[in-house]
């Protein structure tokens, strides 16, 4: 990721020039384009795996409904920038390989939609309990900050839910919908996940792990050249 970092550099030091601004909006703006072409970048990631994989629609529907609902309930954040994108990248696609081969299979329809009002339920008592999840470089103390990201994750679990129905409803004529309907399923359980302490202590561990990995990798370039 120190690639994203440097171009966002770059990008940034030009605008700067042209606009004739100050170091405080150069790094304002450095920042956000480095969160942007981090989603960009994840994007085209998850893109090719999941053409590779059979996954696309399945890769785009969890990436969507997380990024979405991550936007208002908060959630757990790796430390780094190289364990957030490894995190994205593995979750989204596993969560797609299972949605399509693992789960994808048609089983009977009121035990579908048992599930969907389970998961439905459990999201509610979630959301209750844990939202919104902030960060400690961005508390939210607001109150009425806090109700409206409250409010907006109730909304978007609900418009969630009655998706998943609807693809329910849709895998009667096209079987794809059901894995379809699992994604979202799924995509909804991971951010619930996210939302804990177990899932932030996850988290954690796996940016521990991955940055592990990376500076022996970059302990070796180093040592090659």
């Known amino acids: 990721m120190r690639g994203i970092e440097s171009l966002a550099g770059k990008i940034a030091d030009v605008l700067t020039i042209k606009l004739q601004l100050d170091k405080e909006r150069r790094a304002v703006i450095r920042y956000g384009l480095i969160g942007l072409l ?133 895998a009667n004529i096209e079987v794809r919908f059901y894995s379809i309907s699992m994604s979202i399923r799924l995509a909804l359980v991971w951010q619930m996940i996210t939302l804990t302490k177990t899932g932030s202590s996850l988290l954690l561990r796996v940016d521990h792990a991955v940055n592990e990995l990376l500076d022996l990798v970059f302990q070796r370039e180093n040592r090659r050249n």
């Open 38 to 170: 981090q989603v960009i970048t994840l994007f085209l990631l998850i893109t090719f795996i999941g053409a590779v994989t059979g996954t696309l629609f399945e890769n785009y529907i969890v990436f969507f409904t997380v990024g979405y609902l991550r936007k208002s309930t908060g959630g757990a954040h790796s430390r780094t920038m190289w364990g957030c994108n490894a995190v994205s990248v593995l979750s989204i696609s596993i969560l797609a390989i299972f949605s399509r081969f693992l789960l994808g299979n048609l089983i009977d329809p009121k035990i579908n939609y048992g599930i969907a009002v389970l998961l439905f339920m459990a999201g509610l008592l979630i959301f209750h309990k844990y939202v919104p999840v902030d960060s400690p470089n961005k508390p939210i103390v607001s109150p009425e900050k806090i109700k409206r990201l409250r409010r907006e994750s109730y909304m978007k679990l609900l418009l969630f839910f009655l998706l998943t129905l609807i693809a329910i409803d849709r």
